[in-house]
């Protein structure tokens, strides 16, 4: 496709980022893109375009010589993964937003990159508005990268923010989510954890060269979060924001996981507020940079898809260097979490299973215990996730060093702690 070759576009779902692409197209007529046709499932639904350019056959589409461009913002993932497959076959370049489609089926869609030299680009999928994928794709190497931490779900971040800043009990910031648009149809997939990890999954891939499936991560959502766990993060002058981390290890693997983290007030991602999105990096001689925007709804979304769309002019394609260009990296699991775990019934927690345990607090109602548990124990075991606990990551959470660890272990041991 030359620079100056017209875009000709068939869409794939009118939802809220569908409908907001349609406007924002609109507005945007320097970039010399018609949107040709539109494929949607329910032809009842009352639209705010002309009945003309919607169809239900996805086949008009697919097999439509000038549509040179499908641009895919469905949320089924099956069905987008399948119209994905097809328009890349049928030599057409591709925008996506479907995180969960991407990071199920990264190792196919390579390949079908790969095979078909099309281009098959998912800003948008990442961190909506933020423009995360190419930074991490273009600028920084892979030697330089020690850290990324992110908030990626608007929707947990929008509803921690009401619950503990506007006082809005879970169900009513739920229901204010949904209403902006911020939600996925299935909330559960934000609320736990599901759309975070999925978003992380492909986030390692541009990072680190990382290909792992989404269920190999180690990951929760917001759903265990208390009114009691705001107070202790509060007493301890703190947020509690879901965060995704990946973190070179001294082994040369990365650790990763999305879990609900403790944020002191200084930290950038503490700036992060309601449906915003935040990246922090850190990087050999810059130190850290932040990267800050709103990460759900319908243009900040549909301006990530435009950009896509624009970078389709001039044969912008993903290289995926870090995977293809560099040594790939390898997810590590030798490596401890200094974690704060608040429970109901000592029963439910395991503290044998602890390295050392700090704190220790057994008032009346909820009880909590802040200590260092090893990553393998979390990835392994499910008692974290059940009986109303819940598990929240102190700042910096990850420790090597395993020295400290023995000695504090023994001291415990001694005073007839554990
Ligand atoms: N449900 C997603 C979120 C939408 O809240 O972040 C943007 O990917």
Request: contains cysteine.
């Amino acid at each position: 496709m030359d620079a100056h070759k017209q875009l000709t576009i068939g869409l794939f779902g009118f939802g809220v980022v569908g409908e907001g692409l349609y406007k924002v197209l609109q507005q945007t007529p320097s970039l010399k893109a018609t949107l040709k046709k539109v494929c949607i499932k329910n032809p009842e639904k009352k639209r705010n375009a002309p009945a003309d350019l919607f169809t239900t056959d996805k086949n008009i589409l697919l097999n439509d010589p000038e549509i040179n461009v499908i641009v895919e913002v469905i949320d089924d993932a099956d069905a987008a993964f399948k119209i994905v497959s097809k328009a890349l076959k049928n030599k057409k370049d591709v925008v996506s937003a479907s995180k969960k489609m991407i990071a199920e089926h990264l190792p196919a869609l390579l390949k079908l990159q790969e095979e078909t030299g099309h281009s098959l680009l998912y800003e948008s999928a990442a961190c909506a508005s933020i423009p995360v994928i190419r930074n991490l794709e273009e600028y920084y190497d892979n030697d330089l990268l020690h850290s990324i931490k992110a908030i990626v779900n608007g929707s947990t971040n929008f509803i921690l923010t009401k619950m503990f800043e506007d006082k809005l009990d879970f169900r009513d910031a739920l229901l204010l989510a949904q209403q902006l648009g911020f939600a996925e149809s299935n909330p559960k997939l934000d609320v736990e954890g599901y759309d975070a990890n999925n978003k992380w999954t492909f986030l390692l891939t541009h990072a680190y060269g990382i290909i792992e499936s989404p269920e190999n991560l180690l990951f929760s959502g917001i759903q265990n979060i208390s009114a009691d766990d705001a107070r202790v993060a509060k007493e301890k002058n703190f947020d509690i924001k879901l965060v995704a981390q990946a973190k070179k290890l001294n082994n040369g693997k990365v650790a990763a996981f999305v879990l609900p983290q403790f944020i002191k007030h200084d930290d950038h991602l503490a700036f992060v507020k309601n449906e915003y999105n935040g990246v922090v990096i850190e990087s050999g001689f810059a130190d850290k940079q932040f990267f800050y925007g709103k990460g759900a709804g319908s243009f900040p979304t549909a301006s990530a898809v435009l950009s896509d769309i624009s970078a389709l002019r001039y044969q912008y394609k993903y290289e995926y260097k870090k995977l293809y260009h560099h040594k790939p990296h390898e997810l590590g699991d030798d490596f401890y979490l200094r974690v704060y775990v608040s429970f109901d019934d000592l029963k439910f927690v395991p503290r044998e299973k602890f390295e050392w345990i700090e704190e220790w607090h057994a008032g009346e109602q909820k009880k909590y215990l802040v200590g260092v548990i090893s990553y393998k124990e979390l990835k392994d075991n499910n008692w974290w996730r059940k009986h109303n606990t819940s598990l929240i990551l102190f700042p910096d959470p990850v420790i090597e060093n395993v020295e400290i660890r023995g000695l504090k272990k023994k001291s415990l041991e001694l005073a007839g702690l554990i």
